[in-house]
């Protein structure tokens, strides 16, 4: 047993594992407490079929707008629900930038979707901007899905910074509302699984999508931490 600090409420307690599998990295220790963890809620049950929210019809209202909004259908899975307890954690993690925080759902995250991962012919994660990297540090998306980095493109799918746009004029603006690019076309005629932090309004994923499908993108389907 090792002593711990938990990176969210900083109480100390026991984990599994011993000292040597600590020092040498052999065993992940979870870097939240259990009484943190027994806050997150786990997606089960009926969902939306289109983003994966936890629902008792078939398509949730916010998805039955995106349909008509977009002509590809976004099909998200998500392994939390988004409330209190992610809001909590997802601020420690990507404000206050606790990188070892990233581990907290990764051996959650791939028993849920490892399989669908490693399957799949091209994962590309949603990228942060150059001046998110230089403040923050680290892309968030890729740490929580480290167990698939092997597997991941980090060379096709880019996102300019916000700051570049309020430059142009409205007219552009509005034509670069969606500030995704890509830098290589080796999406077309592949099946891609982007992955996401939080899948919130929806606006991020759909437009990273359009990006893709418009450069001749097969299929994608997402995955989100949280929904
Ligand atoms: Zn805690
Ligand atoms: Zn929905």
Redesign the pocket.
Known sequence: MVSSYCLLCGSAYQTSGSFSDWLFGNSVIDPLCSPCKNRCHYIQGPI?Q????P?QVE??A??RIWRTKYDFVLTNRALLSYDSFLKDFMHQYKFVGDYRLRSAFSSELKEKFGKQISQSALVISVPVSRQTMRERGFNQVKGLFAFAEKKMRNDILYVADKKQTSKLDRRDRLNKANLFFLKNKDCAENEIILLDDVYTTGTTLHQAAACLYEAGAKKISTISLAR
């Open positions: 939306c289109d983003c994966g929210r629902s398509l949730c916010d998805c």
